[in-house]
């Protein structure tokens, strides 16, 4: 069975994972919290964009845009995720063969708990793998003792049969509702910028006043987070969840930015998930969701982001892949500020 | 009780349990019920998904709802009814354009369709060759439309895609078909 809520918990976390019913989306997160206090009522990578260098492509991916849409909502020749046991092969076997589909998504997914030592704090890690098409992804969510949240996607499986030398990019797309000790919807969203070296002044973080598309700028250091305008520590800090995006390729006319800040209208199949239909693109966010006013200034809002993690792929044709795919991860990360007490590991908690 | 969950999601631990069998039939029954006028002698339910939304009021308590996903192939709608834990329909969604992942009925009929076209039969007939699913370009009238891709085999690893077909499950009938070797149409 597909689509129930699992609970798991470690590393001072609490959370449940889900698998939904329909093949396509991947591993979901819900209702994540942190030492007792929610941090995200949902996140998910429910789809993927991926552009090939064309036009020489064999039909795969099939012309005029030449761009996959896989997950939901599957477009342009993309493919959904189908959800594979745990321990099924990383190679071209499971495309073809149904042997190795998870028969249900406690057959999918895996939980660790790794305790901490001299290099790491504890993390708590649910994973799971889906075919689609004739790759792999892997859905990975690591939630760190230290409060931070890792989401993770790996690429892997074989290369495109049609095209094995043609340079892509993967685009993979992240929906996280961060609700900052639960109190939606009264947070607000900022953009972090280092300016110069000048102290004080050299950094500064803009409150973002409506919804928008939001561009990466490692020149910058730019980052942006999720803020409470209700909840502080004990210190009167506010309590905030930052995003560090680390990218490793620009943008495209199919993946147009980086994150996109939008507001909660439901965790319906309709938020956002279904772009692509009708050029293959990311478009859609812009044009459709992140559409309206913020408010900063007073009520705050219950802030949902889109967040892409992408990667080109420059095939290592008659090396390396000329088999199959070595896992390939890419990732974001979710960190904590002025939202959590840490203690070393051993250290008594006095709280 | 877990010390690291929050007390709103304790709350809500009732509320997720997973849908029972006689739970997930009345709301199959009360959504097809419902909506028995408009719809044809050709719908499938595609299945069922709980669906949790945030309460309104950040005190309040989110309603435990079932959505249950309807094709009809013949006047070309997806729709999700939203039935809640007393069978009660909450409210009907057109998804419109929205591709609702083929389930596994879906594919085995389109690969039957696909098997009884001249222009497929070769292929579908060959043990060398495979089909998977992909999701063709969008319908401008919103027909459920199944992209079939064939492949080839060459002992137990996949090789190039040498085909496509576009079944059209509103028609039963195959769209289109295009086959990638030269010379082939």
């Given at each position: 069975m597909f689509g129930n809520y699992h609970h798991v918990s470690g590393a001072g976390w609490s959370l449940f994972w889900r698998v939904p019913t329909?093949?396509?989306?991947g591993l979901e997160i819900w209702w994540a919290d942190f030492q007792g206090h929610r941090v995200m009522w949902r996140g998910s990578a429910p789809f993927a964009i991926v552009p090939y260098?064309?036009?020489?492509?064999n039909g795969e991916?099939?012309?005029?845009?030449?761009s996959y849409k896989d997950?939901?909502?599957?477009?342009?020749g993309g493919a959904p995720f189908r959800a594979l046991r745990h321990?099924?092969?990383?190679?071209?076997l499971p495309w073809h063969s149904?042997?190795?589909?998870?028969?249900d998504d406690v057959d999918a997914v895996v939980v660790k708990v790794e305790p901490a030592d001299d290099f790491n704090v504890e993390r708590l890690t649910i994973s799971a793998k889906f075919q689609c098409g004739w790759y792999q992804y892997v859905h990975s969510w690591e939630f760190s003792a230290d409060g931070s949240i890792h989401p993770r996607v790996a690429m892997g499986g074989?290369?495109?049969?049609?095209?094995?030398?043609k340079s892509h990019l993967h685009d993979f797309y992240f929906r996280i509702d961060l609700d900052i000790d639960g109190q939606f919807p009264h947070d607000i969203c900022e953009v972090f910028d280092h300016d110069k070296?000048?102290?004080?002044?050299g950094d500064r973080w803009i409150e973002i006043t409506k919804q928008m598309k939001l561009l990466a700028k490692s020149a910058s250091a730019r980052k942006w987070r999720v803020r409470s305008t209700t909840s502080k520590n004990s210190a009167g800090e506010f309590k905030s969840y930052e995003i560090e995006l680390p990218q490793l390729s620009g943008l495209t006319p199919f993946s147009t930015g980086d994150v996109w800040v939008t507001v909660y209208r439901?965790?319906?199949?309709?938020?956002?998930?279904?772009?692509?239909?009708?050029?293959?693109?990311?478009?859609e966010l812009e044009?459709?969701?992140?559409v309206g006013p913020l408010h900063p200034g007073t009520t705050g809002d219950d802030i949902v982001l889109w967040v892409v993690v992408r990667a080109h792929h420059e095939p290592r044709t008659n090396g390396?892949?000329?088999?199959?795919?070595p896992y390939h991860y890419e990732e974001f990360s979710i960190t904590p500020r002025s939202f959590a007490r840490l203690r070393p590991a051993g250290a008594s908690d006095s709280r | 009780m877990n010390s690291e969950m929050s007390a709103a999601t304790r709350e809500l631990e009732p509320i997720i349990v997973a849908p029972s069998d006689e739970e997930r039939r009345r709301a199959v029954d009360s959504a097809v019920a419902y909506l028995k006028q408009d719809?044809?002698?050709?719908?499938?339910?595609l299945g069922i998904e709980l669906r949790i939304d945030k309460p309104s009021k950040i005190d309040g308590q989110p309603a435990r709802l079932l959505g249950v996903f309807i094709v009809d192939y013949t006047k070309r709608r997806t729709l999700e009814a939203l039935v809640d834990a007393?069978?009660?329909?909450v409210s009907v969604n057109d998804l419109h354009g929205f591709r609702i992942s083929y389930t596994s009925e879906e594919l085995e009929e389109a690969r039957a369709i696909a098997a009884q076209d001249r222009r497929v039969a070769h292929l579908a007939g060959r043990r060398d060759v495979f089909a998977s699913e992909y999701g063709p370009e969008s319908d401008p009238k919103n027909a459920r439309l199944v992209g079939l891709r064939y492949a080839t085999l060459r002992g137990d690893r996949p090789g190039p895609v040498i085909a496509h077909a576009v079944v059209d499950l509103s028609t039963r009938e195959v769209r289109s078909f295009e086959d990638q070797r030269e010379g082939k149409d």
């Open positions: 329909f093949n396509g989306s260098h064309h036009p020489d492509t991916p099939p012309p005029p845009h030449f997950g939901l909502d599957i477009h342009c321990g099924a092969p990383n190679s071209g149904s042997a190795f589909d998870a028969a074989m290369l495109n049969p049609n095209c094995p030398t070296l000048n102290d004080p002044n439901g965790d319906g199949i309709q938020q956002g998930e279904g772009v692509g239909a009708a050029d293959c693109s990311d478009k044009a459709n969701y992140a390396e892949e000329a088999d199959h795919l | 719809l044809s002698d050709r719908y499938r339910v007393h069978g009660k329909i």
